[in-house]
């Protein structure tokens, strides 16, 4: 039995990050990740590798349509996916290669196997090398999310695909169906269209982007149609068929589509699998998520839960964050999150960002508020990007000119709101942001503007 003051089980983003400011705060730390390389899906097979994909492929894409607009004539471009697909995998590597460091840097346990609580609340590992014990008066639970199937869909069957499979295609799709028109299905499928895939993306409901305030999805939605991604909304998969080609995708009232493989992208589950969660007791709620108090805690003394296995968008970030605040909680007694200034990126081209409330919350809510609304059209550095579609939208209340909320879809959007971010985090209002010199010509120049046009005194529009 290997004694520690804190044990994390699960190496992703949430707890590793944990694992690190424990060990910063002075305790004896441990994490348990059965996977050989630390990361968990963000880094292995989710965000970074999606990223790397993503930059490639829209460099390829700008090479072969865009660059004539800056007078650069490029001719028999070439795509070379192999060596796409193996930069990719060295992002990786090193990124995981760097966990593993900051552990050693850290002096934090890693133990690799499965691990799962005894009836004693200890801990067992499953390793390659046989049975390890352990225990700590704190244990983490930090095991992030799997992908979600829908009635009528075997995510194991031939040519039907999770984000993982869909990152590592040896060779483009002719057709490829996405089902989920989230983050995650625009995201690869913007991927595979500019490799040259016809992509048609399912979705349920009538709109892309469920979540996302309503106007800026609505652009988007008219920006990527025309970029050559098809949507077919109000659509409900009722099953997914091997055919005599590739697959069939059956939909209630409607035409089957055809494709030679489909990724199913409809949100992912709390990955709880095997922790033996039941056998001390913890409490889930409807939807398979761990209970928490505000504390992190779990019903049972000792254990906590962070991250995607809890309530709160699916976000690595939000996990970190959550992370850091759950062992400070432990330690200090202090640990604090504001999910009013968790920032979501989409990842596509343009790039879309998002914090705080959204213009159709506010409207449910009566909350009276004043917008303020900025094209990049009418941004010089936009121009000279040759970037210019999209906007930033800031939301402020409209008594206290407090920012609620700011949407941004167009060049850099996952940067841009930062600055946003900042602002809900410290309360700031409109003013304060239109009245902070941004340098010129940059892109922050849209948030200015749209602060100022929330004030009715946009300058240059």
Known sequence: MKEHDLIVIGGGPGGYVAAIRAAQLGLNVACVEKAKELG???LRVGCIPSKALLES????EEVQHHLAAHGIRAKQVELDLAKMLDRKSQ???TLARGVEGLFKKNKVTRYQGQARFNADRSISVQTEGGEQQL??????????????????????????DTSTEALSYEQPPKRLAVIGAGYIGIEIGSVWRRLGSQVTILEYLDRILPGM???IASEAH???????????LKSKVTGV???????????????PVQADRVLVAVGRVPNTD????????VELDERGRIRVNGGFRTNVEGVYAIGDVIAGPMLAHKAQEEGVACVEKIVTGTGHVNYDAIPAVVYTHPEIASVGRTEDELKAAGVEYRKGVFPFAAVGRARALEQTQGRVKILADARTDRVLGAHIIGPRAGDLIAECVAAIEFGASAEDLARISHAHPTLAEAVKEAALDAQGRVIHM
Do not use: M
């Open 135 to 160: 225990r700590a008066p704190h244990i983490i639970i930090a095991t992030g999310s799997k992908p979600a199937s829908i009635p009528g869909v075997d995510l194991n069957a031939d040519r039907v």
């Open 222 to 232: 008219r920006i990527f149609q025309k970029q050559g991604l098809e949507f077919r």
């Open 91 to 93: 992002i990786v590597q």
């Open 213 to 215: 305030d309503s106007e």
């Open 241 to 255: 068929k091997k055919a005599r080609s590739g697959v069939t995708i059956q939909l209630e009232g409607a035409e």
């Open 274 to 281: 095997g922790l033996g969660l039941k056998e001390i007791g």
């Open 57 to 60: 492929s829209e460099r390829f």
């Open 40 to 42: 968990g899906t963000c």
